[in-house]
């Protein structure tokens, strides 16, 4: 069993940044697909980012708009989404997932989330 554990979340200004990480226990960290979503009030969940094994192959939703950086540390289990330019309506609780892409076509493995709130 795999268990993720977000972190880094807060309120900032709009125009601000923060770092979320996403940490991973077990050893076969560097197996899983790590993908971010986000859910804000009344809203469905939403995809942002994700990133490959090794970290070379990213995808981000539209609306990051080269403003988020999503980047991995497979020595310390750990996924990093860097967010800058932040704006209200990016704020959500933000999930972090992993899946096995051999074998899974969904998420496997969920945080409970971090709270994003950007102030205007």
């Known amino acids: 069993q795999v268990q993720v554990v977000e972190s880094g979340g807060g309120l900032v200004q709009a125009g601000g940044s923060l770092r979320l990480s996403c940490e991973a226990s077990?050893?076969?960290?560097?197996?899983?697909?790590a993908g971010w979503f986000r859910q804000a009030p009344g809203k469905e969940r939403e995809f942002v980012a994700s990133?490959?094994?090794?970290?070379?192959?990213?995808v981000y939703a539209a609306f990051v708009k080269a403003r988020f950086t999503l980047s991995r540390d497979n020595a310390r289990n750990t996924v990093y989404l860097q967010m800058n330019s932040l704006k209200p309506e990016d704020t959500a609780v933000y999930y972090c997932?992993?899946?096995?892409?051999?074998?899974?076509?969904?998420?496997?493995?969920w945080g409970e989330g971090t709270q994003v709130t950007v102030s205007s």
């Open positions: 990133i490959g094994r090794s970290g070379s192959s990213t």
């Open positions: 077990g050893r076969t960290f560097s197996s899983y697909r």
């Open positions: 997932a992993l899946r096995n892409d051999d074998y899974a076509s969904q998420y496997e493995y």
